[in-house]
């Protein structure tokens, strides 16, 4: 059963920085994009960045873009989020999703209601 583990988060204050990691565990076959998401209470599910398989494409929202990053270990089926310049907004939940058939584009598109494999979450909280 393939199984997406999220690792990192926390309290950071403004301007600070935290990592998020994804592994995607018991998954022996190639992925074709893996996306990070968010979601603050009462708000919807947020796409935030996107990276593929084949050459490592990223797609990132305009709201991490030039603050967040998103690399990929191929041979530990890990991605990590390196989130810089944090602001009190970035405040959410945060998730990884694991797509075999689809690009980063459908992620953005529609992933948020369609994915099926999830992480488990990780609280990320940026306050003074």
């Known amino acids: 059963q393939v199984q997406l583990v999220e690792s990192g988060g926390g309290l950071e204050q403004p301007g600070g920085s935290l990592k998020l990691s994804c592994t995607a565990d018991?998954?022996?076959?190639?992925?074709?994009?893996i996306g990070w998401f968010r979601q603050a209470p009462g708000k919807e599910r947020e796409p935030l960045a996107c990276i593929a398989s084949n050459g490592g494409t990223t797609k990132y929202s305009d709201s991490v873009k030039g603050r967040f990053i998103l690399t990929a270990d191929n041979s530990k089926k890990a991605v990590t989020l390196q989130m810089n310049r944090l602001e009190p907004e970035d405040s959410a939940q945060y998730y990884c999703?694991?797509?075999?058939?689809?690009?980063?584009?459908?992620?953005?598109?529609?992933?948020?209601?369609?994915?099926?494999?999830w992480g488990q979450g990780s609280l990320v909280t940026v306050s003074p």
């Open positions: 999703g694991l797509t075999d058939q689809y690009t980063c584009h459908w992620m953005f598109e529609v992933g948020a209601r369609y994915l099926e494999v």
């Open positions: 018991g998954f022996n076959e190639g992925y074709h994009a």
